[in-house]
């Protein structure tokens, strides 16, 4: 009868016992349920027709970020006379131009340039130094986390907008500017996100077992901690990040980011006169929102997807 | 063995060079000598002293079962031998010689030398101890590269004939498996192969099976049983049943309130039961011969608050025997003055002393 099992699935049974000749214990088997033979696959949740599709519009976004120099699209910055002012859809210009005689289209291609630039590098910095002070935080405890996360309190506690608004327009708002300033203030957010998630690692009873092994603590916390709260950590950044762009086309808005184009000019520009312009509002607006929901989705779904704790037998 | 023959094989020769020619054979090597220890955490309350001058030894290839109920003490002892206790409000005292090492006071990087290749930990929980995010295969090779510096591809190697060794059924496809694959019996049997991975002289067991069912307990116990007989490794073996350590144990140390209170080779603790806590242990655990539906005498009450511990004996206001001087006056941890190596720490030591009360009859239900 077992045999039978066994060939039915491939003969792993046979070797399942053939390895057992070890410590002296016939009855192993009922160690596994005997008709499952070899391991079984690990089932993790499916990620989607959903989440490919905001995959797919995410990476249209990369491609016009990184060739946008490339692609056979007018200058963002150039005035184009002869189409005259909010010159409607047209073979020249397929989505018309704005209120100066730019190409509608061109600039929308490099707005989402600057927006990626900007969210990509924002969240970069917020990752990084929120990140690793968030591990070490969690990790070292004592004074050091009671200090780090006092201040990082401090720092939740401002008034995030209003203070990025303040300094900006004392500082001047140049591409690095806006990227340095959008970047610090994620830091406690995500800081607190990952010493929450490391604090719930590092109390687990593996994380002793690996000290017990004579792992050094460096080793522990990169080896054994980050990989628990890396899933957490990536899917955050991804909200981040279409924070840190909708934060910047909310500044652009303000009259406060980037003088090249960006999406948040573009609105803006365009919202002086709605009635006329409303087809041209709607270019970077809905840019802004399927990128923005593209963002969270895919967030999410990579949060539930490499989540330990989501995966099924 | 005839006079003249050639020098017996490896069990004596080895060691003679190194070793003073009065030095015990290899087999009784003294491993770990613990006097004294002490440790005490600072919590909130003011400071609990979870185990309270613990002495102990242990030699090469024996077995010491320690015993008590939760909150006794059993685990922090097992890992303060180990130095394996959070740092910023615990404090050790005493002493810990591993080999003639001190490891109390030991500083971070020697301690992670000797842990792992010298003395390792097989945890109580399987579900818990082994990392989700890594492959079994992987986490037994991190060790054996960590410390033996083997190849990667060794390592891994070596990982598959661990698994095989701790009889795991095709431990090459095993050992691509995460630990959320695999059943608790089949995750503490690559805890125990973690354990064994660098070939430690010293395995502290912290209960090994208590989160297993009863027959997989039975396989894990034989598997630590052969695995610690084939590689003369020392173990000590934490657990809050009797049972357990009574066929697999060459001495057993009764655990209550961080103390010391019984301890004496396997045979004679079960022979001559002296103090009130082993008995009252004893009396807890289930026998086959009594009759079914006997109700289990439980031990009433709880384990003493160990940040204001009660004056006196530890276990007096749960003893049935305790008399005003157990109240009073801590007793000492003493021989027993017909068996030398049967230590007990109770004024009135059962079997010994004048003071009787009435044996309760089993209830039945």
Known sequence: ?313 | MTNGAPAPPSDVTPSSEHAPVDAPPPESRLLLEVTNLRTVFSTPRGPLCAVDGVSLTLNQGETLGVVGESGSGKTVLSRSIMGLLPGSNTFLEGSVRFDGQELVGADESTLRSIWGPRIAMVFQDPMTSLNPVHKIGRQIAETLRLHLKLSKKVANQSAVTLLTQVGIPSPALRAKSYPVQLSGGMRQRVMIAIALACGPELLLADEPTTGLDVTIQAQILDLLAELQRMRRMAMIFVTHDLGIVATRTDRILVMYAGKVVETAPTAKLFANVRMPYTEALLHSTPRLSDPSHTRLQAIEGRPPDLVHPPTGCAFSPRCPYAADRCREESPPLVADPGEPDHFYACWYPRGVSKVQLPQKEPSVV
């Open chain 1, 1 to 313: 009868m077992r045999d039978e099992v066994a060939a039915a699935y491939g003969g792993t049974t046979q070797t399942a016992h053939a390895a057992t000749n070890g410590p002296g214990d016939p009855d192993l088997a009922s160690d596994i349920a005997p008709a499952v033979p070899g391991p079984t696959t690990l089932r993790r949740p499916k990620f989607g027709v959903f989440f490919w599709i905001c995959i797919g519009w995410l990476a249209i976004l990369a491609f016009c970020t990184i060739f946008a120099g490339l692609l056979p699209l007018q200058n963002p910055n150039n005035n184009d006379f002869a189409a005259g002012i909010n010159a409607g859809i047209s073979w020249h210009h397929w989505l018309g131009t704005d209120q100066i005689d730019r190409d509608n289209l061109s600039r929308l291609v490099w707005g989402a340039r600057t927006s990626l630039i900007i969210g990509l590098l924002g969240t970069a910095i917020g990752m990084g130094i929120g990140g690793t002070l968030g591990m070490l935080s969690a990790y070292v405890r004592g004074r050091f986390d009671s200090a780090l996360s006092f201040s990082m309190y401090c720092g939740l506690a401002f008034p995030a907008i209003i203070a990025v608004i303040a300094i900006l327009s004392f500082w001047g708002s140049s591409e690095w500017h806006i990227i340095l300033v959008l970047g610090l203030f994620t830091v406690p957010l995500i800081y607190r996100l990952v010493r929450a998630a490391t604090l719930a690692t590092a109390t687990k009873e593996y994380i002793t077992a690996a000290k017990s092994q004579g792992a050094t603590s460096f080793r522990v916390l990169f080896h054994d901690v980050f990989p628990n709260v890396a899933p957490s950590l990536i899917a955050y950044t991804i909200f981040t990040l279409g924070g840190i762009i909708a934060v910047e086309g909310a500044l652009a808005f303000l009259g406060l980011s980037v003088t090249g184009p960006s999406w948040g000019n573009m609105i803006s520009d365009a919202g002086n006169d709605v009635g006329v312009k409303l087809p041209f509002i709607l270019g970077p607006a809905i840019a802004l929102f399927l990128t923005l929901i593209s963002l969270n989705f895919v967030g999410e779904r990579i949060r539930v997807h490499y989540d330990p704790g989501e995966v099924k037998l």
